[in-house]
């Protein structure tokens, strides 16, 4: 007996905005600042042989901690929240823990402590919450920063007594504090912990970088979109058809993986991806990607920076491509959960006029907003 | 905690089940099951092996004896306490008399449908909706589908009839690997699902939930029907502790019974598909005192 497969599963989504950053109701802010545990940057660069310095060094310099062994009762620390949650934008996330199966914690830099549960625990801790978007799990949120939130208070004290008897779990994580004041320097928050006798290691980052010489470009514009069947500019300054959008994102994924795309394309064994046409060649490229834990603070200068080098220079086009972390509990301040994969990834192609393409690629457990 | 979780390992030799094992713990299970076949159901003492594993923090390893149901008259076996002191048992009907008295009758955890060959005997939905308000589920292994190519055919076929049958709500998906090679990832296994015709919920599910919801079932099984378990004083974890200030029976009663402490450590057990919710009688206890 045969039966048909009714039910395809949903791998993802993704979503397509144009825009431009002289639009004053423009909305990257919004994707860039929301996204608070971004894992991965990746740039890049037609047309430019080596990589801006001063991207590069922000980049490196993001001061991201793993610390060890940490109670949650750390988090309630009048001290901790005064001087750090209060006085700049503070970040952590639990490692090592898959959020499909697994409680998760995160602290958000709006100050609210995050307990992605299971339902068992849930039901065990007693703290009040409510369902997740995805199923089998509850998210508990405690805001930090709010100013009745300290001892006296009903809620503080059943927070405190649950965190020092019920679940005394000690958890590590990837912390990342950028500080309102910019005289202070953000490593003090190694110090704090190094105080309070925490083993606390600066993350390593991983930085790959690719320069390419006559990498062959897809064509296209700001225009050249697919929206709704239709492409929406047939031809142009472009000549042919160009490119639309899932081509572009598809080729720029396969250069962050370094796929080789220099083969005929028809008869290769591994791969038969070859760049899309029209295509143009281009002198040389740059392709870089570093991973650590950054902040979206980090990311909106990364992405200032970009808008002058495109102004300075003479630049057809160029992308970044940021991932977030796939067992983070909340994606664009939405719940995130992981069925098959965890993909909360966004790409901005930046044109030379200040057009802009966010490409956006979910999960099948997340909305976005 | 929804962790996937393995539960057909079958026993073999020393060095390949540790390979097993090991591989198991890479692809990302929180819990396998060792698996010991008996083909046929006779009156052996088949005591219980413990066997040194290699060991990691979270990660479960427990003991399952899976045998063959091929005659009616027989199957007392599996209600001796030998049968019963593994962690899950489980059986294989082989005609439609065996098949009913396996969901209605026996005291088992899991009942596996053989991939090997075509269904020897028709599925009922009525049969199967016994089972499943027992909290019995239902097995499929992939492993000889990976074998095999004349299998892959028998599996689908046999799963997908099945599922036709059932909704696809009590289903569990496990290896029965021979060779360490033959394991596959959770995720992976949970897209085996969509093959079989279940939605993605119930294919994640077949992995992880419902071989919780199972190992709650054999914990009640052992415990042969109960709705409290009592346990001394000392013996409660130290997370728990907070439990006996609130439970603290009133000194004049406690004088009245005769001060049994053990009284005041009623522990109540997480809720499981079958069972109803333990706090009744501790919670009129409170009450009583409080007045």
New interface residues.
Partial sequence: ???S??????TGKLVFERSSFKNEKENHKMTILNQYFNHTVQLLLPGTEDLPADMDTLLIQEASFLVREVPLSFFLNEEFIEGFVKSGLMQALSVGTCV???NCIALLPTGVLLLSV?T??YQDIGLEGRPSEW??KHVIEIDLTDKNFRSGNKLHARTK?CFN????LKWDFLVNWTPKDPKICSTSIQNYFKHQNIVCNRLKFTKHVQKHKQLMVPTFCPDSFECSGKQIMQSGDCGERPCDQYEVFEWLGACALGVEMTGNGVGDYISNYTCPSPNTTVPAAVCASYSSMFSSHTIQLLMEKLRDFMQTKDQRWCSVTVHGFMDAPVAWRRDHGF??NGDNLYTFVLFQNGDYWQIRALG?QDNCV | ????MDFNIPTCERSTLKEKIKMAHRLGY?AVAINIFIPELTQTSKKKKSQQQPTWKSFRQLTRISATLADVQHNFVMSTDIVQQYDLVAVQPTTDKTFYQACTALNVDIITLDVTEKLPFKLKRTTINAAVQRGIKFEFQYSPAIRDSTLRKYFI?NA??FV?CDKGKNIILTSGCEKAMELRGP?DV??LG??L?????Q??AAV??NCEALLKHSESRRLNKSVSKVEKLEEIPG?E??LLDKLRVHSSLESVNGGSRDIAGIHGI?SSDEETSVDGPAAKKIKLVQT
Avoid at chain 1, 165 to 168: A, I, S, V
Avoid at chain 2, 197 to 201: D, G, I, R
């Fill in positions: 007996m045969a039966a497969m009714n039910d395809v599963l949903n499909d199966n697994e299971c068992d625990t199923p089998n007594s008897e019920r679940w005394t069925h098959s099948p | 905690m929804s962790a996937p929180k076929a997908q009839q036709f995720y949970a897209n969509s093959l015709n279940l939605n993605a919920a294919s994640k992880t939930l997370n502790t907070w997480d």
